[in-house]
């Protein structure tokens, strides 16, 4: 089934460390933008079925509660969403009320995704974000209170100046909430970030790598405790709370993105809207064609994108199944440089299916630079 995602391109401040598509909010406008997202919506309609809608930004929770339920209810009316349809809405803890978020309720919103990053007011500051972590535990509080029963929680590890100690005290912090999925990424510092230069300019420095890869795998074990299932490399989720729209993703499915800059694939046709928000609003405008670079996936990308989101994955790859749909005999393929990995314990293979355990996530990117021609 298809997956729906909206982008939403505007923040109340930009972070220091983010490389996202988005801009600094203008009420008038985010107004122009909504109006041509429900255009560009009803037009791109055929009815099909979609079963996931995922509101991600920038930050949606900008958006009035009105506003999400207009787009949601575009939605509806262009394709056959299932009454369980997962609905998520990426949201910042600062930008949340209780009436605002019972507004995104009623609006259809069945899950709220939290960008808190950090349980700590230091590490919060200097990646210069606007929440402080007790306005995360209240507006995490708020959502509970306002009903929302499937909550997911963000962190990053890896920050500056942060120690393994003070990550595991942000793990715990998450642990005392019982969100009902997390996801905890490792901060990458893209060459121009503006954090680079608070990072020379305060003289901080983020720990060695060992410290990085014991983060990850003590966090992740913190969590496993904690009764967690981890079933990709960054996310874990109480068990029947998976993201389904992100699994789409990983799983080779078909999603339909909305709104500037945003992606779509389906029917081995994949294709990127345009990225700057006002030339996307004149587009539709104009009546003319938001997506650019329309291209149709060739059999090799398709297969090499498989081979990596597979891997990402707990589960791993069935290799059977991935002969049967893209006629590819991965171990045939790629056994023979595989195999240093298989035997060094960071790559399992037992004749059927090919999977990483925990430490050879670590090592993803190497691992996976075997599938790239
Ligand atoms: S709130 Fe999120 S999208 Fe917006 S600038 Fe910060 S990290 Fe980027």
Redesign the pocket.
């Known amino acids: 089934m298809l997956g729906l995602y909206v982008h939403v391109p505007f923040?109340?401040?930009?972070?220091n460390?983010?490389n996202?598509n988005?801009g600094l909010f203008d009420a008038g406008l985010k107004e122009r933008y909504v109006a041509a997202l429900l255009t560009e919506i009803r037009q791109a309609a055929d009815g099909s079925p979609a079963d996931t809608i995922f509101f991600g930004?920038?930050?949606p929770s900008l958006l009035e509660p009105s506003e999400v339920a207009a787009v949601v209810g575009a939605c509806r009316q262009s394709w056959s969403l299932t009454p369980d349809a997962e609905i998520t809405l990426e949201a910042?803890p600062e930008t949340v009320t209780a009436e605002r978020l019972a507004g995104f309720r009623a609006a259809g919103i069945n899950r709220l995704s939290y960008?808190v990053q950090s349980f700590r007011d230091d590490e919060l500051g200097r990646l210069s974000?606007l929440h402080s972590a007790a306005r995360a535990v209240e507006a995490f509080g708020m959502a509970r209170a306002a009903g929302f029963d499937n909550i997911s929680l963000d962190l990053m590890m890896w920050l500056p100046q942060q120690t393994v100690a003070q990550w595991l005290e942000s793990v715990e912090a998450l642990i005392a909430l019982a969100p009902d999925h997390a996801s905890m990424y490792l901060l990458e510092l893209y060459p121009n970030a503006p954090l680079r230069d608070a990072m020379a300019r305060g003289q901080w420095s983020v720990a060695p790598e060992d410290d990085a890869a014991e983060m990850y795998l003590s966090g992740l074990d913190r969590m496993d405790k904690a009764g967690y299932v981890q079933y990709e490399i960054s996310n874990v989720a109480r068990p029947g709370r998976q993201s389904r729209h992100n699994l789409k993703y990983w799983t080779d499915g078909e999603w339909l993105g909305y709104g500037s800059g945003a992606h779509s694939t389906r029917a081995g046709t994949r294709w990127k809207n345009i990225s700057a928000t006002e030339e996307y609003i004149s587009a539709v405008a104009a009546g003319g064609r938001v997506a650019t670079e329309r291209r149709p996936l060739s059999a090799e990308e398709r297969v090499e994108e498989a081979l990596f989101t597979g891997l990402r994955l707990n589960a791993g790859l069935d290799l059977p199944d991935v002969k049967a749909r893209y006629g590819v005999d991965v171990w045939g393929r790629y056994g023979e440089e595989l195999q240093p990995f298989v035997d060094q314990g960071v790559l399992v293979y037992d004749g059927r299916s090919l999977r990483l355990p925990r430490a050879g996530m670590l090592l993803a990117h190497e691992i996976m630079a075997v599938f790239i021609g």
């Open positions: 923040c109340s401040a930009i972070c460390y983010c996202f988005r930004g920038g930050t910042n960008g974000r």
